[in-house]
């Protein structure tokens, strides 16, 4: 069965500091992978997805990720951190074949020091 | 805005009691997910529905069922509540079984509260 590993539920960052999000999947094939936003009190919002065209992929408001099958990793990052960034991030997986069901991992809340 | 509509926002009911969830899919979406967020569960998967069929079923209660009705919009139904169904009921839609073209749009999420 696919799943995703989100390490550290809680990740401060200063504001215009790096922004790292960990994600490892553990899947028997290549999946597709997902990153969503949550920001409070509002739905989740695709920030960006691997779906094996590219292995590094950029998303909306300066996100991106690299997809590493030696690692089975799908890291979140952003080079500098802006105050909206805080929200609960989301990393999903997703089998390439099969029915179209998202598995979350845990989400890690980010939080910007001004 | 993801185009996705799901009511009421929020819902407070009683032990025992039935509510029902409504979700509206972006326009030209066939697939309907429904998935549920708690703290101690996390999201979870709970049921798809494709052009009014049923596709996909993941941890759903045998207390709760779904459908999609011929206009695509779909509604879940949680009976016999308890305590622990308190939780974000998020509803999702996509086009549909398209492989990696698919994207599902999340809708803001329905808060049910059981007391």
């Known amino acids: 069965a696919q799943s995703v590993t989100q390490l550290g539920s809680h990740v401060s960052v200063s504001e215009g500091a790096l922004v790292l999000l960990r994600c490892n999947y553990s899947s028997s094939v290549p999946p597709y992978l997902f990153w969503y936003v949550q920001y409070p009190n509002q739905g989740l919002q695709l920030l960006l997805k691997?779906?094996?065209?590219?292995?590094l992929v950029k998303g909306i408001n300066g996100f991106e990720a690299e997809f590493k099958k030696s690692e089975t990793s799908f890291h979140l990052t952003k080079p500098s951190a802006h105050m909206s960034d805080a929200a609960e991030y989301f990393c999903a997986v997703r089998e390439p074949f099969g029915n179209e069901k998202l598995t979350f991992g845990t989400g890690t809340r980010l939080t910007i020091i001004p | 805005d993801s185009g996705v509509t799901q009511t009421p926002k929020h819902l407070i009911t009683a032990t025992g009691q039935r509510v029902t969830l409504r979700c509206s899919p972006r326009s030209g979406d066939l697939s309907v997910y429904w998935y549920q967020q708690s703290l101690d569960q996390g999201l979870q998967f709970l049921i798809q529905y494709y052009n009014g069929e049923e596709r996909a079923k993941g941890n759903i209660l045998e207390r709760f069922s779904a459908q999609q009705f011929p206009d695509l919009h779909s509604e879940l139904n949680l009976s016999s509540l308890e305590l622990g169904d308190s939780a974000l009921y998020f509803c999702?839609?996509?086009?549909?079984?398209?492989?990696?073209?698919?994207?599902?749009?999340f809708g803001p999420g329905t808060r049910l509260t059981v007391l």
């Open positions: 999702a839609s996509s086009v549909g079984p398209q492989g990696a073209t698919d994207t599902q749009y």
């Open positions: 691997y779906t094996s065209a590219a292995t």
